[in-house]
């Protein structure tokens, strides 16, 4: 959901709804009235407030908690909360991101991490990370509209190539920079360090011909579009990852027709008859497809959960937050997984798309 598709509190009332809730959940309720007095001074003063640092990483936590289309909020505590919220210059952004590549790639082991800049202002003036995700792979259109590499990322490739940025030699997986743009500034950009992107080449346990398709993923998905917000308090760039869900990569990110559409490819590769849905070429491919994707991550000791576990993980999370008296939200379409749905316990469960505070936002 957009940010602006929901009713709002008067940042008064959001402020105090969100610390009422935060200080009892910590358990430091005693402490509310005296914070509150200054809350509401600050906001008196300048038109905002400064969240404290136990704030802020609450706030995060419970974000993810209640983020409706997250099927992986199992581990919403384990989140970590790199404060870049003094970063005022590029080289100090860049430098952040930097930070939360590195941090969150762990050779492989992947940390969940939100790196979170400076608020909007009273005006709604903030930094934005014009990156969808952090890591994304260029999308190159000729003028028969076929696409050479990511189709979802031609329009932002335009914009890099507008600024400046260019590689001579095309391929489908090259690295996009990131760009950011301060308020009232023209965008900057910067190329992304290659030594900090973990990146898996893809293979197959049954096919030996795999390997030479050429195909390859990225470690860590940090998306980059969103909002959060805590206590009526904007972050327009607060980039956030978990790990990847196989099907993310196998079925939507390479398999999707609007993405990579390597179904017919695949299926060619197999000796599968492609002019004969019957034998359902599609769901084959598909199915190994992800299982080249498990295997490889595997393999690389990259963290990745497949979609029977991750349904799993969910359950259990919903079993968890019931014990507490918290309800869940979910957006099903979301959170039931892209391939085998019928196969997960998610599919047959039903939930309340409500959006709750805090949360991430699309702009």
Same mark, same amino acid.
């Given at each position: 959901?957009?940010?602006?598709?929901?009713?709002?509190l008067p940042?008064?009332?959001?402020?105090?709804?969100?610390?009422?809730s935060?200080?009892?959940?910590?358990?430091?309720s005693?402490?509310?009235?005296?914070?509150?007095?200054?809350?509401?001074r600050?906001?008196?003063?300048?038109?905002?407030?400064?969240h404290?640092?136990?704030?802020?990483?609450?706030?995060?936590?419970?974000?993810?908690?209640?983020?409706?289309?997250?099927?992986?909020?199992?581990?919403?505590k384990?989140?970590?909360?790199?404060?870049?919220?003094?970063?005022d210059?590029?080289?100090?952004?860049?430098?952040?991101?930097?930070?939360?590549?590195?941090?969150a790639?762990?050779?492989?082991?992947?940390?969940?991490?939100?790196?979170?800049?400076?608020?909007?202002g009273?005006?709604?003036?903030?930094?934005?990370?014009?990156?969808?995700?952090?890591?994304?792979?260029?999308?190159?259109a000729?003028?028969? +509209?076929?696409?050479?590499?990511? #189709?979802?990322?031609?329009?932002?490739? $335009?914009?890099? =190539?507008q %600024?400046?940025? !260019?590689?001579?030699?095309?391929?489908?997986?090259?690295l996009?920079?990131?760009v950011?743009?301060?308020?009232?500034?023209e965008?900057a950009?910067?190329?992304?360090?290659?030594?900090?992107?973990?990146?898996?080449?893809?293979?197959?346990?049954?096919?030996?011909?795999?390997?030479?398709l050429?195909?390859?993923?990225?470690?860590?998905p940090?998306?980059?579009s969103m909002?959060?917000?805590?206590?009526?308090?904007?972050?327009?760039?607060?980039?956030?990852?978990?790990?990847?869900?196989?099907?993310?990569?196998g079925?939507?990110?390479?398999?999707d027709?609007?993405?990579?559409?390597?179904?017919?490819?695949?299926a060619?590769?197999m +000796?599968?008859?492609?002019?004969? #849905?019957?034998?359902?070429?599609?769901? $084959?491919?598909? =199915?190994? %497809?992800?299982? !080249?994707?498990?295997?490889?991550?595997?393999?690389a000791?990259?963290?990745?959960?497949?979609h029977?576990?991750?349904?799993?993980?969910?359950?259990?999370?919903?079993?968890?937050?019931?014990?507490?008296?918290?309800?869940?939200?979910?957006?099903?379409?979301?959170?039931v997984?892209?391939?085998?749905?019928?196969?997960?316990?998610?599919?047959?469960?039903?939930?309340e798309?409500?959006?709750?505070?805090?949360?991430?936002?699309?702009?």
């Open positions: 959901m957009n940010i602006t598709e929901i009713s709002r940042l008064p009332e959001a402020a105090e709804e969100f610390i009422r935060a200080y009892a959940e910590l358990g430091i005693d402490q509310f009235e005296s914070r509150m007095v200054e809350v509401i600050q906001i008196s003063e300048t038109g905002t407030y400064v404290t640092r136990t704030e802020l990483e609450h706030g995060a936590r419970v974000a993810w908690r209640n983020s409706n289309r997250c099927i992986g909020r199992l581990y919403w384990t989140l970590k909360i790199l404060d870049a919220r003094e970063a210059t590029d080289e100090e952004i860049f430098k952040a991101l930097c930070r939360h590549l590195e941090f790639t762990n050779g492989g082991e992947i940390r969940s991490t939100i790196t979170i800049f400076r608020a909007a009273p005006d709604g003036a903030a930094p934005r990370i014009l990156n969808d995700q952090l890591i994304r792979y260029a999308g190159y000729d003028e028969s +509209g076929s696409v050479n590499g990511d #189709p979802s990322q031609v329009n932002f490739t $335009r914009l890099c =190539v %600024l400046g940025w !260019s590689k001579p030699e095309k391929s489908r997986f090259d996009l920079p990131w950011w743009q301060w308020p009232g500034r965008p950009w910067v190329e992304i360090p290659a030594e900090l992107v973990m990146e898996v080449p893809l293979e197959h346990p049954f096919y030996d011909w795999w390997a030479d050429g195909l390859k993923w990225h470690a860590v940090v998306i980059s909002t959060l917000e805590i206590g009526g308090i904007l972050y327009t760039a607060a980039p956030f990852n978990g790990w990847y869900m196989g099907t993310e990569v079925s939507r990110n390479l398999g027709v609007s993405r990579y559409n390597l179904l017919p490819l695949v060619q590769k +000796g599968l008859d492609t002019d004969n #849905p019957a034998i359902l070429w599609k769901d $084959r491919a598909l =199915v190994e %497809l992800n299982t !080249s994707v498990l295997h490889s991550y595997a393999k000791g990259v963290s990745m959960t497949d029977h576990e991750a349904s799993e993980q969910f359950v259990h999370f919903e079993q968890t937050e019931c014990k507490k008296g918290r309800t869940i939200h979910a957006e099903w379409a979301w959170i997984p892209p391939m085998s749905a019928s196969a997960t316990e998610v599919f047959h469960r039903e939930y798309n409500k959006v709750v505070c805090p949360n991430f936002f699309y702009r």
